[in-house]
């Protein structure tokens, strides 16, 4: 009874505040209708570059244009358009390493060696390249951590150990975006460095090495805007040992990187010939984007972002039986319409101060590809972008007294939402499975990595009727049996009260952002606040 009694209050207080004509009125109905439409069978699972894609993508325009919003992408258009370049290797590459002595020693590609070009032509001819040692390869000044120091790594190829430091120092038993291959390979690329070699400490003929060879002949998708080294891969400690010793450093070179103390350090006398060539084939796909232009700061963007694709149908699961299109309307329909839908709540209510863009991402369950994509090549500055405000799954449950998100911890987004939260007798917590590192995992986080802070809304568990012993083992038993699954489709039963208490929090706290003045920031510990910090002079 306390909670109703406090979200009439809260709503009573916004349509005084602002005007009726501000308010929110999330549809359930609206919700149901949309989510049963782009998930039908006739959209064959909203694969990207398919029949799908273009039906789902004519229809929100369709609903883009009959709100009366702006197309938000490049060049005044609704779609912005994502190459997807898929890498095969084209025969085996070679890798020989040269001592002090002069003497070559070839490597078995397989036994010694896993290696895959990396850059945008797929090859990599690399010749008499330096060796560096570069422990953990980080450098992250809110843990007042750098493998790097002052090592010039130009014109070298790095090795780096997988993974980083464990303890308090970091994030405990829970790791951090640091910890990530991606992360390290953008640390040596801006570096000039030509590629990276993880080092894999078992040996050649340990299961996890075996493991690692038979996956690596797979077609593989080029992130856009990744780092662009010539090549990137592995060695097991067998291979690595005998430069070690030739280099004179031995069993010392993989003493006390784990210190804070450890710097980088050269192999002397240590050279590496690298060749390798992979095959190039295009998919492209494509983002829309709708825009609601500030009246005041324009150039100012909070975005609402949500994935509008899913993994398809018979053509993507070949060999299946009974049903095999896999509809997706949890996943992530729910979060598609839940975009449009606080489009419109936008669309009727005053125009913002900053500029809003509603973005339907392609390829997430690719590798979070189309946000990359943006990422990569923003149609509106992210240096004067306020914040992301993701949607990948609404709470499907009646409504809750928590407001759950991924990463919590990482900026004062979740403060601000906090605050709303608790005017309705609410409160925002964790995801409550840290090990599952989500905050990584979603179109939020290209945005983040960005600098952007981007906040990530998860389903919530504490029942207001039954509570969190009721609401969360229906959630794990929701997830289980519907995640990537063809029973992932839409129902008259599907229950949106958590859902649209949901989003009209969402849009108040755009709503905030769009007429506010201040920025969004990272928390000290975050790994993100140094990457915003380099663009601080475009919001002076």
């Given amino acids: 009874m306390f909670r109703k009694m406090m979200r009439g209050v809260a709503v009573a207080a916004v349509l005084l505040a602002a005007g009726a004509v501000q308010a929110q009125d999330f549809s359930a109905a609206r919700l149901s209708d949309g989510i049963r439409t782009i998930s039908d069978?006739?959209?064959?699972?909203?694969?990207?570059?398919?029949?799908?894609?273009?039906?789902?993508?004519?229809?929100?325009?369709?609903?883009?244009?009959?709100?009366?919003?702006?197309?938000?992408?490049?060049?005044?258009?609704?779609?912005?358009?994502?190459?997807?370049?898929?890498?095969?290797?084209?025969?085996?590459?070679?890798?020989?390493?040269?001592?002090?002595?002069?003497?070559?020693?070839?490597?078995?590609?397989?036994?010694?060696?896993?290696?895959?070009?990396?850059?945008?032509?797929?090859?990599?001819?690399?010749?008499?390249?330096?060796?560096?040692?570069?422990?953990?390869?980080?450098?992250?000044?809110?843990?007042?951590?750098?493998?790097?120091?002052?090592?010039?790594?130009?014109?070298?190829?790095v090795l780096v150990v997988q993974g980083e430091p464990d303890g308090d120092l970091f994030n405990g038993q829970y790791t951090t975006n640091h910890a990530s291959i991606a992360a390290k390979a953008d640390q040596a690329f801006r570096r000039g460095a030509l590629g990276m070699v993880v080092v894999n400490p078992v040996t050649s003929t340990d299961p996890a090495w075996t493991r690692?060879?038979?996956?690596?002949?797979?077609?593989?998708?080029?992130?856009?805007?990744?780092?662009?080294?010539?090549?990137?891969?592995?060695?097991?400690?067998?291979?690595?040992?005998?430069?070690?010793?030739?280099?004179?450093?031995?069993?010392?070179?993989?003493?006390?990187?784990?210190?804070?103390?450890?710097?980088?350090?050269?192999?002397?006398?240590?050279?590496?010939?690298?060749?390798?060539?992979?095959?190039?084939?295009?998919?492209?796909?494509?983002?829309?984007?709708?825009?609601?232009?500030?009246?005041?700061?324009?150039?100012?963007?909070?975005?609402?972002?949500?994935?509008?694709?899913?993994?398809?149908?018979?053509?993507?699961?070949?060999?299946?039986?009974?049903?095999?299109?896999?509809?997706?309307a949890w996943d992530n329909a729910s979060g598609t319409i839940g975009v449009l839908e606080t489009a419109r709540q936008f669309s009727q209510a005053p125009r913002p101060k900053r500029s809003i863009v509603f973005a339907h991402m392609a390829a997430e369950e690719m590798g979070l590809l189309g946000a990359y994509g943006y990422a990569s090549d923003p149609v509106w500055p992210l240096e004067t972008t306020v914040a992301d405000i993701n949607i990948d799954m609404l709470p499907l449950s009646a409504p809750t007294r928590d407001i759950a998100i991924f990463g919590k911890g990482q900026n004062d987004l979740e403060d601000r939402l906090e605050v709303l939260a608790q005017a309705e007798g609410r409160y925002v917590t964790d995801d409550r499975e840290p090990e599952q590192g989500y905050y990584y995992r979603s179109d939020h986080f290209p945005f983040a990595r960005a600098g952007v802070p981007a906040l990530m809304p998860w389903h919530g568990v504490d029942l207001d009727e039954g509570g969190t012993a009721v609401g969360l083992p229906a959630y794990r038993a929701k997830f289980g049996a519907d995640y990537h699954k063809p029973s992932d489709e839409w129902s008259a039963d599907l229950d949106f009260g958590s859902a649209v208490e949901n989003l009209t929090l969402l849009y108040r706290l755009g709503l905030d952002l769009a007429n506010g003045t201040d920025w969004p920031a990272w928390k000290p510990t975050s790994e993100f606040g140094a990457v915003r910090a380099r663009s601080d002079d475009a919001r002076q």
């Fill in 212 to 328: 690692s060879v038979r996956g690596n002949g797979r077609t593989r998708s080029l992130t856009p805007g990744a780092a662009d080294l010539e090549f990137s891969g592995s060695m097991n400690r067998d291979a690595i040992q005998p430069m070690a010793i030739a280099s004179g450093l031995g069993h010392q070179l993989f003493a006390g990187y784990a210190s804070g103390s450890f710097k980088a350090t050269d192999l002397p006398g240590i050279t590496l010939d690298i060749q390798a060539s992979e095959t190039i084939d295009t998919l492209v796909t494509h983002n829309l984007l709708a825009r609601i232009e500030g009246s005041e700061r324009p150039n100012e963007t909070i975005v609402y972002s949500a994935h509008w694709d899913h993994v398809g149908g018979a053509e993507q699961h070949p060999g299946g039986t009974g049903d095999v299109i896999f509809n997706g």
């Fill in 41 to 157: 069978d006739s959209f064959q699972g909203r694969y990207p570059g398919t029949e799908g894609e273009r039906m789902t993508l004519a229809w929100l325009q369709a609903q883009y244009e009959a709100m009366g919003l702006q197309p938000g992408g490049p060049n005044g258009q609704w779609l912005q358009a994502i190459e997807l370049k898929r890498y095969t290797p084209e025969g085996t590459a070679t890798v020989s390493w040269t001592g002090p002595d002069g003497q070559a020693h070839a490597l078995e590609s397989g036994k010694d060696f896993l290696i895959r070009a990396a850059t945008n032509d797929g090859r990599a001819n690399i010749q008499g390249a330096g060796l560096v040692f570069v422990g953990y390869g980080i450098t992250a000044p809110e843990r007042n951590w750098d493998d790097y120091g002052d090592a010039d790594v130009r014109g070298k190829v």
